[in-house]
């Protein structure tokens, strides 16, 4: 090809423009799905911290929290 002659090529052109068009509907589709799933993800971990299991659970928490508390403050004055 002679200097410039790739500017003057419709072919190369269009080969470029399918080239970025082929990468922007790639972008495009993987962010889509991203955000869904993060999404999904916000909302399985909302569920997850507000399920009946997860309550029972903190709330035993807080009672061995408090039964260990009051053993170290007996221990101490034994």
């Known amino acids: ?3 410039g002659e790739e500017q003057d090529n419709p072919e190369l052109f269009k ?3 399918d080239y970025h068009r082929y990468w922007k509907d790639r972008y ?5 799905l991203r955000l869904e799933a993060q999404g999904e993800t916000t909302i399985v971990k909302g ?3 507000n399920s009946p299991e997860m309550k ?3 709330a035993r928490i807080k009672e061995l929290d408090n039964s260990l508390s009051i053993a170290l ?3 101490e004055n034994h």
């Open 1 to 3: 090809m002679k200097e």
């Open 15 to 17: 080969t470029e423009i």
């Open 28 to 32: 495009e589709k993987e962010h889509k």
């Open 47 to 49: 569920i997850g911290m």
């Open 56 to 58: 029972d659970a903190q």
């Open 73 to 75: 403050e007996i221990n």
